[in-house]
């Protein structure tokens, strides 16, 4: 579901950035971003948990 709100994100970035006249480069870049730091966070999730340890369930 993270990704998914991600994903939306992404695509309103996209479309604000071309409407504003950056360019298409510019706002698949933006959207290609937006995307990893997403997926990024999704991947590092167990890390992060594990580090907070297993006070972080309570």
């Given at each position: 579901?993270?990704?998914?709100?991600?994903?939306a994100a992404a695509m309103?970035?996209?479309m604000v950035s071309f409407a504003l006249d950056?360019?298409?480069a510019v706002s698949a870049m933006i959207?290609?971003?937006i995307l990893?730091?997403?997926a990024l966070l999704h991947a590092w999730?167990?890390?992060v948990e594990w580090v907070?340890?297993?006070s972080a369930k309570l």
């Open positions: 579901m993270q990704l998914l709100g991600f994903l309103f970035a996209f950056l360019g298409g959207f290609l971003l990893f730091i997403g999730h167990p890390l907070r340890g297993p």
